[in-house]
Nanobody
Framework: QVQLVESGGGLVQPGGSLRVSCAAS????????MGWYRQAPEKERELVAR???????NYADSVKGRFTISRDNAENTVYLQMNSLKPEDTAVYYC???????????WGQGTQVTVSS
């Protein structure tokens, strides 16, 4: 059974930092591209950051220079370090695992990040 379990969300003040984690099980983690998406109330889910199985990263323009995605294949975990947080970063953050060759895609249950004073 595949599981993606996010953790680390919470309430943070504007300008603060937070790191969210996603622990994967039931997949060959090193062969999957991993992504962080977010969904704010009444908005569509959007890509925040993505890291391929080979380590190539890409980011949404809105988070470039502030967020960093990384992965630890030994721990089957992907991280999103979020710095200089803004109120508009408030959303539920979801972890996604994807293998295009095998046509497999999995999602976590999400973790709430709230940026507010």
């Amino acid at each position: 059974q595949v599981q993606l379990v996010e953790s680390g969300g919470g309430l943070v003040q504007p300008g603060g930092s937070l790191r969210v984690s996603c622990a994967a099980s039931g997949i060959i983690f090193s062969l999957y591209d991993m992504g962080w998406y977010r969904q704010a109330p009444e908005k569509e889910r959007e890509l925040v950051a993505r890291i391929t199985s080979g380590g190539t990263t890409n980011y949404a323009d809105s988070v470039k220079g502030r967020f960093t995605i990384s992965r630890d294949n030994a721990e089957n975990t992907v991280y999103l370090q979020m710095n200089s947080l803004k109120p508009e970063d408030t959303a539920v953050y979801y972890c996604m695992a994807e293998n295009l060759v095998w046509a497999r895609e999995y999602w976590g249950q999400g973790t709430q990040v709230t940026v507010s004073s």
